[in-house]
């Protein structure tokens, strides 16, 4: 089980003078449970990329395989693959439309053919799931706040179910507890439902810190895909292409070359601490 | 230069008939003095009030109670209502609402033509606004092809363009990836110290905080913290009973100082901590 891209290329505007090619030869493959982190400056093909991943735009050339079954061939259902792969964009609070949360909540699940108990049911699952108690079902969704908003229209894509769960940048324009709170909910349902997520981020330091995999777009094209520590090293060539490594990243780099035995790998608080104790340890300082 | 004495804000709420179902408090009892040249930062969670409070410094609300003066002009006063705009510009969280012109020098001009400005003279100041945010060399591009961070300076720039004496940011960088902020912080410090403008910061980042020489943080309202940058991010615990957050080189330090090593309160960036540990090491 799994999403598979080969030799994927999108063109904008093909043969006319304004041709861009948004995405260049892209190969990957998605494994079934990884949590996945994409980065990119703007217009490095992110949400292009993204948007192939459901459906929503077809690759001018090359394939996408979802578990194993070619989603361009004729006949494929693609209402099917979009409701397996659940697109959560930006700014999703711009989309709530219901006049209650529940409502607004149902609206996918009933798209999918549930009954309307079926879909309360998908509904208040998914709700709970996301942090928000039976006592806001009834609230109109705008008089909500702003991450609670966008819990609703996450909610809205968890009801149908979705065996992948792509998130583009959805703690933008929230508050730092805000934004804690939404991705360890993310990252929980990773664990419990052991549901494929990628996390579209323009923030270093949440990538480090959540995800175990970092896919690099630069103009259209794949410039790095690994573990974060792996990625992070290469911080001069990301910080070339717009990107930056994580502030811990810069920090440990610093050290190593004043002359500290630590590993510089490190891209989270934890791991950083972790590592600058055992370094004043190994001088025989008493921590 | 702005001066607000127990500004208080309500947003009333309407039932389906007309009549009033509830007020709700955004802006409660806050008092604050700012002076020319100054780089304040504000934070504070989603909903504490920060934004309505911003709004309110080039008069798009007027306070329900208190008084907020602009340039020695009380925002109420309806007469003064264009001349606090042009004191005080405002700068929103996404560039695409704020850009209308199709070619960048047109965009930055639209401003001080509104003001009645002459013509040559709009042409001096885009040319100075554009060279001010780093973004001359794009004045005959078309504002729909440039990045987030180059569309946000040109919105900062047709700002600038009406030459205010201050600058007012409500997030300018969320919707921005890391080189763009980079960018727009660079600029938005750039009017602070060359040109002398005085600067209202409201942001989520706390590693754009640190080029403050005041930071206000706001919670239900109030005004609850008052400081300098060093003197907030020293109260790691304070700040996350607040919802917020600190620099990571503040919060890594943080964390090596509880678990015994004897660093000092209130390191703001990766510089100081560097030192700080060689000096131990």
Known sequence: ?287 | MIKADKLVYNYRKYDEEGREKETIRAVDGVSFDVQKGDFIAVLGHNGSGKSTLAKHINALLTPSEGTLWVNGMDTSDEDHLWDVRQSAGMVFQNPDNQIIGTIVEEDVGFGPENMGIPTNEIWERVEESLKAVNMLKYRHHSPNRLSGGQKQRVAIAGVVAMHPKCIVLDEPTAMLDPNGRKEVIRAVRALNQVEDITVILITHYMEEVIYANKVLVMDDGKVVMQGTPREIFSQVDTLKSYRLDVPQATLLAWELKKAGLDLPDGILTREELVEALCRLY
């Open chain 1, 1 to 287: 089980m799994s999403i598979v891209l080969e030799h994927v290329t999108y063109t904008y505007s093909p043969d006319t003078a304004y041709e861009i090619h948004a995405l260049k030869d892209v190969n990957l493959e998605i494994k079934d449970g990884q949590f996945i982190g994409l980065i990119g400056h703007t217009g490095s093909g992110k949400s292009t990329l993204v948007q192939h991943l459901n459906g929503l735009v077809k690759a001018t050339s090359g394939h996408i395989y979802f578990n194993g079954e070619d989603i361009y061939a004729p006949g494929y259902d693609m209402r099917k693959l979009r409701s397996k792969v659940g697109l959560v964009f930006q700014y999703p609070e711009h989309q709530l439309f219901e006049v209650d949360v529940l409502s607004d909540v149902c609206f996918g699940p009933k798209n999918q053919g549930l009954s309307q108990e079926e879909a309360q049911k998908r509904a208040r699952e998914a709700l709970r799931m996301v942090g928000l108690s039976e006592e806001y079902e009834k609230q109109s969704p705008f008089e909500l706040s702003g991450g609670q908003k966008r819990r609703v229209a996450i909610a809205g894509v968890l009801a149908m179910e979705p065996e992948v769960l792509i998130l583009d940048e959805p703690t933008a324009g929230l508050d730092p507890r805000g934004r804690d709170e939404i991705l360890d909910e993310i990252s929980y349902l990773h664990k419990e439902r052991g549901i494929t997520v990628i996390l579209v981020s323009h923030s270093m330091e949440d990538v480090a810190k959540y995800v175990e995999r970092i896919i690099v777009m630069n103009q259209g094209e794949v410039l790095h895909d690994g573990a974060p520590r792996e990625v992070f090293r290469h911080y001069k060539e990301l910080e070339s292409v717009g990107l930056a490594a994580p502030q811990v990243t810069y920090i440990m780099h610093t050290l190593k070359e004043r002359g500290f035995d630590a590993d510089e790998d490190a891209t989270t608080i934890e791991e950083a601490k972790e590592t600058i104790l055992e370094a004043f340890r190994k001088k025989g300082k008493k921590i």
